[in-house]
C-alpha cells in the first residue's frame, strides 16, 4: 500500500520562500508522474504542479515562475520550492500521483498547511 507523508508547511510572510518535502513509501516511485496539489478552504482541491519520470514539469500559471517542482528518486521524495509566496498561495498543500485520479495511486495524505500572511 503506498503512502504519502508531506511536511514542511508553515506561516510565512508575503515575499517569503518555504520547501515542502513528499516521502512516498510502498511504490515503485521513479516510474510515476508526480505532482503538487492545494486545497484553499472552500475551493476544489487543484493540481500546480506536476513532474514525470523523466523530470519534464509542468505549473497551473498562477504559480509559474516562483514554484520549482523536484524528485529525488532514490529518497523516494518530491519537493516543492515556493518563493514570492503570496496570500493567494495559502492553503493545505498534498503530493500525489499527477493523473486524472490520483486516489488510483495512494489515498490523500495528510497534507501540510502553508499560510502566507503578514
Known amino acids: 500500500q503506498v503512502q504519502l507523508a508531506e511536511s514542511g508547511g508553515g506561516l510565512v510572510q508575503p515575499g517569503g520562500s518555504l520547501r515542502l518535502s513528499c516521502r512516498v513509501s510502498g511504490s515503485t516511485f521513479r516510474v510515476y508522474a508526480m505532482g503538487w496539489y492545494r486545497q484553499a478552504p472552500g475551493k476544489q482541491r487543484e493540481l500546480v504542479a506536476s513532474i514525470t519520470s523523466a523530470e519534464s514539469t509542468n505549473y497551473v500559471d498562477s504559480v509559474k515562475g516562483r514554484f520549482i517542482i523536484s524528485r529525488d528518486n532514490a529518497k523516494n521524495t518530491v519537493y516543492l520550492q515556493m518563493n514570492n509566496l503570496k496570500p493567494d498561495d495559502t492553503a493545505v498543500y498534498y503530493c500525489?500521483?499527477?493523473?486524472?485520479?490520483?486516489?488510483?495511486?495512494?489515498?490523500w495524505g495528510q497534507g501540510t498547511q502553508v499560510a502566507v500572511s503578514s
Open positions: 500525489n500521483a499527477a493523473r486524472s485520479d490520483p486516489t488510483s495511486f495512494a489515498s
